[in-house]
């Protein structure tokens, strides 16, 4: 079993910054993606950003050179940058991470408890 804890949300003005960060342990023998997602109030979760073991990621057009995502592999961490935050990025927002478990072998895709972010305008 692979458990995420996610630390950093909280409450900040617009055009402020936070970081969050996630760090997965359990039965780990690869992550091959770790990534961030957030799920407003009556909408949807979607993706925000995804980083991959190689170090490739995506963005959701939104946040887009605001939001920098970054993982320290050895220590199975992720962490996601947050600068000039907006009303609109308040949610809560969830780590993912997908990989190969041991002890058995096997696929996981574990998600976080989910940590509040709250944008004051």
């Known amino acids: 079993q692979v458990q995420l804890v996610e630390s950093g949300g909280g409450l900040v003005q617009a055009g402020g910054s936070l970081r969050l960060s996630c760090a997965a342990s359990?039965?780990?023998?690869?992550?091959?993606?770790m990534g961030w997602y957030r799920q407003a109030p009556g909408k949807q979760r979607e993706l925000v950003a995804r980083?991959?073991?190689?170090?490739?990621?995506n963005y959701v057009d939104s946040v887009k050179g605001r939001f920098t995502i970054s993982r320290d592999n050895a220590k199975n961490t992720v962490h996601l940058q947050m600068n000039t935050l907006t009303p609109e990025d308040t949610a809560v927002y969830y780590c993912?991470?997908?990989?190969?478990?041991?002890?058995?072998?096997?696929?996981?895709?574990?998600w976080g408890q989910g940590t509040q972010v709250t944008v004051s305008s």
């Open positions: 359990g039965s780990i023998f690869s992550i091959n993606s």
């Open positions: 993912n991470a997908q990989g190969r478990a041991s002890m058995p072998l096997r696929n996981f895709d574990s």
């Open positions: 980083i991959t073991s190689s170090g490739s990621t």
